[in-house]
Every structure is written in structure tokens, then in C-alpha cells.
């Protein structure tokens, strides 16, 4: 088979967990696989380059030094530990140098102007990859194979130049990845590509934004029309609901990208909805499999999933932390376009909604937004809209969590609505605003924070999802 295997932040944490990841790719490469290794930076390595980047853009040089001496330190002592051989402990180590003296003498450049710019950031935040691709590759030779680090735009990756969140020029991408890759393929070398980052045409770094790692192992395996891509991660796969609430929770052996994707943005640490999307347009099939039991054969994720008697439901995920922003105004009836205003603004502002719903007097429209950016959304949509005659009042509530309930199962099925309310009522949990998609994938609904765990045991068990399949 042709595998594209992507390791997250966690499985590349440290100097021994690279290690442990060096040996399944030892193992999968030894069976005969052709593989490409996709790998993240080291856990939080990115979150810190991001304070980096942003205490450089104010000017302060002492903090970057200490910085990039402490990023320094980090991955040369898990090279250290990763890699036994000494000839290729050595080279690494030359490598993980040059590339921190880089990330400094750019770091001081930004604090030199006193500006970060996106295009800069996008350069910054790149290096934990970069960092952490020549460790990996250095550990895949260790242990015998032939293996080269490659970054995104190396292999082939090209994008438009929105930084911060490029998009992938799949047409010239394809080609670029196949001209590098296919010869590497052939000779036996395992590719260790970064994830998240790639370049434009004309050579420019760019970011795939975050969670772009799994949105580059997809990528690359539509380019060489891998078998499947396989994401490695601390769980055994995707489960019907999470364990730590419901004790009884499963994995779910297959599942559609439809269904995936319903569940990634609803809060199921799966993968990235823009991996699980690119694949599905290219039928490019998805397996979560375990870093802790590697024979298991993890969740598979393609294109339909035939449904069973009995399984309306798939699975049950939630979203803590959440706002809800509720714009109402009796003007507001019979105006249409003010619902796109709404949307309008909070895109201006980065802000991400996850759910919107309107009532059907149209005399309000309500909106969950992320607990961070609830206090900005608020103000933004009060500043643009309440001298207006259509809008009275920008209301927000915090404290809450939307529930959502997923299965291709639910199309055309009656009654699920009702079920799943009915449950709530049961367990007397007040439901504050409710959607459905028009796919009639999922039903979301929110409810007090407080009250997410017992509803999500509560659906759980009615729909009969725990225990054996």
C-alpha cells in the first residue's frame, strides 16, 4: 500500500516518543508499504513561536534570545535521545543549529522594525516543523532506513498567498508533489514532509492554518493517489461519545466523511474538517489509528458508510465553552439581507460561528460564538448595528455548550428530533437555541455548560450506543 502517515504534536513531544513513532514507520516500511511521513511540530512548540513572533514585533530582543535558546535546548536534547547513531546525532545537530540561528536572526529582524506582518508570522510559526522534520528523519535512519526532511513548499505544496490560512492550488500542487515525490517512492526513501506549512508560486512561506498538518497529509495523498492516510493519535480512533463522560463509549469501526466532518466541527478531536474535505472530494480514504496499539485497525473514514437497522445515531460531541450572541429587533421582519450584515461583521472580526439559528418570526437571530471571542463579537455587531432601526438590542448569554447528535442514519428517519428533546425533558435540561442542517446529519442544540456531561450520557444511552457494535 501507499501511506501517508501524519504524527501529531503529541506523538512527536519529546525525544522518546519519536523514538516510539521511528518504529512504526520501521515496522509499516518493513512490511513493503511505500510511505510519506507527515509530522507537526513538537507539542505547544507552536503556541510559543506565536508569543515569540508577537513580543518581537514589540521590540523585545532579549526575550527572543532567551526564546530561541530554550527552542534550541529542547530539540537538540531530544535528538539526542531520539537518535543513537552518532554520525547522524551529529549531522542532525547541525541541522536543529542553522535552523535556530535562523528563526533568531529573524525574530530580531521583526524586533528590529518593531512590526510583525501576517507574511512574517507565517514565516515564524513555520520553524517548530522545520525543527522537528530533520529530528524525525534523523530517527528514521537510525533505524536503517533511507529517509530526507523535506518542508511543504519543498515537496511540492503550492498556495494563494492568504497568510495565516492558505489555500492549496491543487492543479500545479499535484504536479509539484508528484515530480518530487514519485522518484523518492521508487528509490525506497521515506519523505518526512512538514505539516502546516507550504510556499506560493513565487516561493513565498505561508501557513495551511492551524490544524494544518492533517490538511497537508491529505493533500499530498490525493497528489500521489496514496491507499489511504493515516492519522496517529493517543486514542484508539474516533468513538461515539467522549469515554471520560460516557463510560461505555465505543469506537466506531467506519464512518462518512460526511459524518466526520459533522463531528470534527462539533468538537471530536478527529481531524481537521479542511483534511477531512479535501479527502472526500478526492476519495482519498482516512484511518485514525493508535499510537498505543498499532495492530488495531483505528476508525476508517470514506465516502459512504452503508447505514444499519437501528443505527440513526452515530455518535454524540460537544463544544463547551460557548457564547450565545442573540440580535433581535421586531424591524428585523421581512429583512432578509440582515442576517448576511450579521455574518458580514463577524467575519471582519475573525470570528468563527458555530451555529446560527433564527427564529421564525425573524425577529431575532442567535448566534453561538467561541468563549474568547464572545465580549468582541458583542461589541462589533452593537458599534454596526444598533443605530439601525431594524435592531433594539445585542444580547449575550455565556456559561453554555452546544450538544451535537450525528449520523447519516437521521436522514429521512422521523421522529429523531423529538427523540433527543424528549430525552432532555426527561433529564430536565433547558435547551436555549436549536439547528439542523439541511443534510439531516446532525441536530445541535445549547444548553448550560453544567449540564453537557449528563445530556451527552443521557442521548448516549437512549440511542443505544455503548458497549459492543
Not at 500545479?172 to 514519485?182: A, C, K, N
Request: glycine share 10%.
Amino acid at each position: 500500500m501507499k501511506i501517508v502517515m501524519k504524527f501529531g504534536g503529541a506523538s512527536v513531544a519529546d525525544g522518546e516518543s519519536m523514538r516510539s513513532v521511528g518504529g512504526i514507520v520501521d515496522r509499516f516500511k518493513t512490511e513493503g508499504h511505500e510511505l510519506v511521513v507527515v509530522t507537526s511540530a513538537m507539542y505547544n512548540v507552536t503556541n510559543s513561536l506565536v508569543g515569540a513572533a508577537t513580543r518581537a514585533g514589540k521590540g523585545q530582543r532579549e526575550h527572543v534570545k532567551r526564546f530561541v535558546e530554550e527552542i534550541r535546548k529542547r530539540h537538540l536534547d531530544s535528538a539526542q535521545v531520539a537518535i543513537k547513531n552518532e554520525e547522524v546525532l551529529d549531522r542532525t545537530i547541525q541541522t536543529i543549529e542553522s535552523k535556530c540561528e535562523d528563526l533568531k536572526n529573524i525574530l530580531l529582524g521583526i524586533a528590529h522594525i518593531g512590526e510583525l506582518t501576517l507574511r512574517s508570522k507565517d514565516l515564524v510559526i513555520g520553524y517548530g516543523e522545520r525543527l522537528s522534520a530533520p529530528i524525525l528523519k534523523g530517527v528514521l535512519e537510525d533505524f536503517g532506513l533511507q529517509s530526507i526532511s523535506l518542508t511543504g513548499g519543498e515537496a511540492g505544496i503550492v498556495t494563494d498567498d492568504h497568510f495565516g490560512g492558505a489555500e492549496p492550488l491543487m492543479n500545479v500542487t499535484t504536479l509539484e508533489v508528484r515530480q518530487v515525490m514519485d522518484p523518492l517512492l521508487e528509490k525506497g526513501i521515506v519523505p518526512v514532509v512538514t505539516g502546516f506549512i507550504a510556499n506560493t508560486q513565487d516561493g513565498t512561506h505561508t501557513t495551511l492554518g492551524r490544524g494544518g498538518s492533517d490538511f497537508t497529509a491529505s493533500i499530498i495523498g490525493a497528489a500521489i493517489r496514496a491507499d489511504e492516510v493515516w492519522v496517529w493519535k493517543d486514542v484508539d480512533g474516533l468513538m461515539t461519545a467522549n469515554p471520560k463522560i460516557a463510560t461505555d463509549a465505543r469506537m466506531i469501526d467506519r464512518i462518512s466523511f460526511s459524518e466526520a466532518m459533522e463531528l470534527a466541527h462539533f468538537g471530536a478531536q478527529v481531524t481537521h474538517p479542511k483534511a477531512l474535505e479535501s479527502a472526500a472530494r478526492f476519495q482519498l480514504p482516512f484511518r485514525v489509528k493508535s499510537l498505543n496499539d498499532p495492530d488495531d485497525e483505528g476508525t476508517l473514514i470514506v465516502k459512504e458508510v452503508k447505514v444499519k437497522d437501528g443505527g440513526v445515531v452515530k455518535a454524540i460531541t460537544n463544544i463547551d465553552d460557548v457564547d450565545l450572541i442573540t440580535v433581535s429587533g421586531a424591524s428585523m421582519f421581512g429583512t432578509p439581507r440582515l442576517a448576511a450584515r450579521v455574518l458580514e461583521i463577524l467575519t471582519d472580526e475573525d470570528v468563527d460561528v458555530l451555529l446560527i439559528s433564527q427564529s421564525s418570526s425573524e425577529e431575532n437571530i442567535t448566534l453561538a460564538i467561541p468563549k474568547d471571542d464572545g465580549s468582541r463579537a458583542q461589541n462589533a455587531l452593537e458599534l454596526t448595528l444598533l443605530g439601525s432601526r431594524q435592531v433594539r438590542e445585542v444580547s449575550i448569554e455565556a456559561g453554555l455548550s452546544i450538544v451535537a447528535v450525528v449520523g447519516a442514519g437521521m436522514k429521512g428517519t422521523p421522529g429523531v428530533a423529538a427523540r433527543v428533546f424528549a430525552t432532555m425533558a426527561a433529564k430536565n435540561i433547558n435547551i436555549r437555541a436549536i439547528a439542523q442542517g439541511s443534510s439531516e446529519l446532525n441536530i445541535s442544540f445549547i444548553i448550560k455548560k453544567q449540564d453537557a456531561a449528563e445530556a451527552i450520557k443521557a442521548l448516549h444511552d437512549d440511542f443505544k450506543l455503548g458497549g459492543c457494535p
